[in-house]
């Protein structure tokens, strides 16, 4: 094992660092948990589409449930989510709602992967350290600075997790004729979105991060040491809860805008595997 800094033992190593064997295989794989779960709820295995999405917020399940878009996988045994899958421009995408945080999210995309999703992207909403523009918008995120926990399972020590240059490059101009702006920067990945004290937030902005959120460097992580097919947006819709009026996204709590995201990147990506 290579450790953090070789002059130390594991022993005296914070546990987050310390005993992790980078190319080791896991004891515990997402294949023998589904098998299991297939056998205790007398499933059979099914496949989910190529491209599927992590909603964290929830909003655009929602929206989908309420406009009859989407339909209910019944042999996704994932304990503890839903995959729904809905139609959009052609284009057939399994979500999982409310899948909030490092661990929950990157959880559900080793699960999806061995389902057989050729293609992950993330849209969550972040607040905002850079006041690049009035809110929303969305940013692409090339990288994400790693304060969770999670990454470091994935991927030795680093201030970042890095996003696929292959797969940035493929969605060079997607997005430019959209409404609502993308832009590309590095966000912050936090586990404790309650304790963004005002000289972290500072510090943040120091670094020329762009904005907040609780998922991308865990699966940019994941991404990597599985060389798997991930992008990340943030939707920008807050100041954290600064102002009057914050958290507010737009048409159909944003899912409209989203979801034009979401499919150019996709006819992008797809391609490309």
């Known amino acids: 094992m290579t450790r953090p800094d070789d002059q130390r033992p594991d022993d005296d190593l914070p546990p987050i660092l310390a005993n992790k064997h980078y190319?080791?295989?896991?004891?515990?794989?997402?294949?023998?948990?589904?098998?299991?779960?297939?056998?205790?709820?007398?499933?059979?295995?099914?496949t989910v589409p190529?491209?599927?999405?992590?909603d964290p917020d929830g909003d655009i399940v929602r929206q989908l449930k309420a406009e009859g878009r989407a339909e209910r996988l019944s042999g996704w045994v994932c304990y503890h989510t839903e995959l729904y899958v809905f139609e959009q421009d052609g284009l057939s995408i399994g979500v999982v709602g409310c899948a909030v945080g490092a661990s929950f999210a990157v959880l559900v995309a080793e699960e999806l992967f061995a389902s057989g999703c050729d293609l992950l992207i993330s849209?969550?909403?972040?607040?905002?350290?850079?006041?690049?523009q009035p809110l929303p918008y969305f940013i692409l995120i090339d990288r994400a600075l790693r304060d969770e926990g999670t990454s470091y399972h994935?991927?030795?020590?680093?201030?970042?997790?890095?996003?696929?240059?292959?797969?940035?490059?493929?969605?060079?101009?997607?997005?430019?004729?959209?409404?609502?702006?993308?832009?590309?920067?590095?966000?912050?990945?936090?586990?404790?979105?309650?304790?963004?004290?005002?000289?972290?937030i500072e510090a943040m902005r120091a670094r020329r991060l762009l904005a907040v959120e609780m998922e991308a460097a865990a699966?940019?992580?994941?991404?990597?040491a599985r060389q798997k097919a991930v992008v990340s947006f943030a939707h920008v819709t807050n100041q954290m809860g600064q102002i009057e009026g914050d958290?507010?996204?737009?048409?159909?709590?944003?899912?409209?805008?989203?979801?034009?995201?979401?499919?150019?990147?996709?006819?992008?990506?797809?391609?490309?595997?």
Do not use: M
Not at 31 to 38: I, P, Q, T, V
């Open 154 to 200: 994935y991927l030795p020590p680093a201030p970042y997790s890095e996003a696929s240059e292959r797969l940035l490059a493929s969605l060079e101009g997607a997005f430019d004729d959209l409404p609502s702006p993308v832009l590309r920067g590095a966000t912050w990945t936090t586990d404790a979105p309650f304790r963004e004290t005002e000289k972290a």
């Open 23 to 46: 190319s080791e295989p896991s004891a515990f794989t997402p294949e023998s948990l589904l098998r299991e779960a297939r056998r205790q709820k007398a499933a059979s295995e099914v």
């Open 50 to 54: 190529r491209v599927c999405l992590l």
């Open 219 to 224: 699966l940019y992580a994941f991404a990597t």
């Open 123 to 132: 849209v969550t909403s972040s607040g905002q350290i850079a006041a690049t």
């Open 247 to 273: 958290f507010e996204k737009g048409e159909a709590n944003g899912s409209t805008d989203a979801l034009a995201v979401i499919v150019r990147a996709a006819r992008r990506l797809l391609p490309a595997r």
